[in-house]
């Protein structure tokens, strides 16, 4: 178990770095939002501090790192082209407005950036688990079929959360140019067909799929904690709850959740 204790405790202080320098930013710019452009690169950080702190890497554990390492980039990039220039995200605004001026960098510190190091840290799970260190064995050598099916479900909630995502953005233009009379005032087409939230689904998947990856490593099924509460979050907390909460609001909306799955894609209901 020391392995796990080197990477979980480099993992820990790496988070806690990270949050404390973007909550000094954040109190300063006055844009807490910020943190959404840390969010994803923070996994691809810690992937790349395990895998450096193994002494041994194999193809299965560069594989293990691949994996996180590669969405980051693109979350990254993504949350960074939508969010910049925009100002603070309503949800941190609506956050702040529960407390005065004097008492919100202290209440943001505890509310938004502890909050997130703490999720942060659980959904890694199966990184500082899988990527530690142990004397090694075939599991941490070579991939083996379990890394390979974990492996394929990652692609396909990679792919569900990257296309998901430029279809909603072209869904955007072009309702802006054409008007919702053309497009439609609900996205509904493509895999939002299919699920309201084909986004939010291909992420959880993806880390359940970098869970059953490190399930090949000693230990690595205790890191189920992860996939869980990053599930959890998208289903209920900070993903497609929230977004259903001010949504349902539309009567097109209504409409559309009445015929759509909400989160695991499905055919659409008939009239």
Known sequence: MDGITLT????????????LILWLIGVKIKDVSI????WGAG????????????KAPTPYLYLLAALPVLWSLRYTYYIIWRNWGHGEDSRYTNIRSNVTEKQWPLYA????????????????????????????????????????????????????ESVGDWQLVQFKKNREKFGA????????????????????????????GIWLVACQAPWGWASIIGPL???????????A?????????????????????????WFPKTK
């Open 229 to 239: 509460f990053m599930t959890l979050a998208l289903v209920k907390l900070t993903g």
């Open 109 to 160: 510190l505890r509310k938004v950036f502890v909050f997130q190091g703490l999720a942060m840290l659980i959904v890694a799970a199966p990184l500082w688990i899988g990527l530690a260190h142990y004397e090694l064995t075939p599991n941490q050598t070579s991939i083996g079929p379990l890394a390979k099916i974990g492996a394929g479900i990652w692609i396909v909630g990679f792919l569900f």
């Open 35 to 38: 943190i959404d452009m840390f």
């Open 8 to 19: 979980f405790t480099a993992t820990t202080a790496l988070i806690t770095v990270a949050m």
């Open 181 to 208: 009379e053309v497009t439609g005032k609900v996205m509904d087409k493509g895999l939002w067909k299919y699920t309201r939230h084909p986004n939010y689904f291909g992420n959880s998947l993806m880390w359940w």
């Open 241 to 265: 709850g929230h977004l259903e909460r001010t949504l349902s609001q539309r009567p097109e909306y209504v409409d559309y959740m009445q015929r759509t799955p909400m989160f695991i894609p």
């Open 43 to 54: 996994f691809g950080l810690i992937a790349i501090l395990c895998l450096f702190l193994n």
